[in-house]
């Protein structure tokens, strides 16, 4: 069974970088987009950006151009998110997710399989 | 960019009761091409990640029981459990996929 499982929970201080990976086993990897996105404590669902592997660019949202970094590695099925210049606006929990649908224009797509995700808090 | 607008933000409903949430987008989500409307409902339980229910508006994922239906066109949606059980007590978000940003209404928490 396919699964996406996300790094650990993260502390860090306003101004550093953290990255996270989501690694997904089981089915193909190459061939699906993954995104990320976010969800702050008691906020909605924040769309990052994501990557399909087999093609390598990222495409971010112009919320995060600039701060976000998004990387696949194909020999480990792995998907990176950095965040820099943190802030406490950025606190929240981090979701992969892949793509079973894509977007009708431009990137991202409907989310059929989420990783567990992943907190991160900015002090 | 898009914005999704969800009401209401809760719902209490009987067991085997009909709930009903809609979700209205600032744009028509209809893409021309395919005559698809591209959006999404998740359901999100406390401790978990989002699961996909519906997407295309009206097409449930494999495994969702059938309880569960969407519809709606343009900019105008609902989601329905004909049924509610107790499992369903949730969150629940709609989602445009038509263009980025991606972006998700508000959520309605639904309790029994």
């Known amino acids: 069974q396919v699964q996406l499982v996300q790094s650990g929970a993260e502390v860090k201080k306003s101004g550093s970088s953290v990255k996270v990976s989501c690694k997904a086993s089981?089915?193909?990897?190459?061939?699906?987009?993954f995104n990320w996105v976010r969800q702050a404590p008691g906020q909605g669902l924040e769309w990052m950006g994501g990557?399909?592997?087999?093609?390598?660019?990222?495409n971010y949202a112009q919320k995060f151009q600039g701060r976000v970094t998004i990387t696949a590695d194909e020999s480990t099925s792995t998907i990176y998110m950095a965040l820099s210049s943190l802030r406490s606006e950025d606190t929240a929990l981090y979701y992969c997710?892949?793509?079973?649908?894509?977007?009708?224009?431009?990137?991202?797509?409907?989310?059929?399989?989420w990783g567990q995700g992943t907190m991160v808090t900015v002090s | 960019d898009i914005v999704m607008t969800q009401s209401p933000d809760s719902l209490a409903v009987s067991l085997g009761e009909r709930a009903a949430i809609n979700c209205k987008s600032s744009q028509s989500l209809l893409f021309s091409s395919n005559n698809k409307n591209f959006l999404a409902w998740y359901q999100v339980k406390p401790g978990q990640p989002p699961k996909l229910l519906i997407y295309w508006a009206s097409t449930r994922e494999s495994g969702v029981p059938d309880r569960f239906s969407g519809s709606g066109s343009g900019t105008d949606f609902t989601l329905t459990i004909s049924s509610l059980q107790a499992e369903d007590v949730a969150l629940y978000f709609c989602q445009q996929f038509y263009s980025p940003p991606l972006t998700f209404g508000g959520g309605t928490k639904v309790e029994i």
């Open positions: 997710a892949r793509i079973i649908v894509p977007a009708a224009r431009g990137e991202g797509g409907a989310f059929d399989l």
């Open positions: 089981g089915g193909t990897f190459s061939r699906h987009g």
């Open positions: 990557i399909i592997p087999m093609f390598g660019s990222p």
